[in-house]
T-cell receptor, first 115, second 112 residues
């Protein structure tokens, strides 16, 4: 079975550019999570969806960040405009249970560098 | 809000030795999960504990959930180089279902 698929794997772009990260969750999973990981702040939950609906976006750092889930098999995380401090590894994860009682399956991540 | 703390943050172990990492929550958890992240990789689910006082084993790894369901531990016996990585515990936040808070992780380095 295919796991969580993220693209791109690596992204290097200049400050001010728009960045779009993509995620395809595991088929049948109804919860999707976006995380950011840095050395300083560890693994931070940015936003999560249940049945394509954003449930909690309190972790989104600021208005430059936005996330969508137009259907059960696709989600995007967009940063516009990007800044050097956004450099991090961004993970998408999916789960089969909305109440957090099932494991989260992580994608390989997108390693983002903003110059 | 809920906080999940892990200690130690860093663990340097000689191959063959045992070690334990601890996870403490400021609130009671309905369950706790453990994940392992290899260097350059992504977190991978290891196990979930649900019952008070529950103990589960995976080969050389022993996981325990405290009686009050506010703490957990991971004990590794006879550490091997394949145990290198960061071990995270995660528990559901009581203020928003479906949301897990991850601890900061314990980074394990194994010396041959």
């Amino acid at each position: 079975d295919a796991g969580v698929i993220q693209s791109p794997r690596h992204e290097v772009t200049e400050m001010g550019q728009e960045v779009t990260l993509r995620c395809k969750p595991i088929s049948g999973h109804n919860s999707l999570f976006w995380y950011r990981q840095t050395m300083m702040r560890g693994l931070e939950l940015l936003i999560y969806f249940n049945n394509n609906v954003p449930i909690d976006d309190s972790g989104m750092p600021e208005d430059r960040f936005s996330a969508k889930m137009p259907n059960a098999s696709f989600s995007t995380l967009k940063i516009q405009p990007s800044e050097p401090r956004d450099s991090a590894v961004y993970f998408c994860a999916s789960s089969s249970d909305r109440v957090g009682n099932q494991p989260q399956h992580f994608g390989d991540g997108t390693r983002l560098s903003i110059l | 809000g809920q906080q999940v703390m892990q200690i130690p943050q860093y663990q340097h172990v000689q191959e063959g030795e045992d070690f334990t990492t601890y996870c403490n929550s400021s609130t009671t958890l309905s369950n706790i999960q453990w994940y392992k992240q290899r260097p350059g990789g992504h977190p991978v689910f290891l196990i979930q504990l649900v019952k008070s006082g529950e103990v589960k084993k995976q080969k050389r790894l022993t996981f325990q959930f405290g009686e009050a369901k506010k703490n957990s531990s991971l004990h590794i016996t006879a550490t091997q180089t394949t145990d290198v990585g960061t071990y995270f515990c995660a528990g559901p936040s009581g203020d928003s279902w479906g949301k897990f808070q991850f601890g900061a992780g314990t980074q394990v380095v194994v010396t041959p």
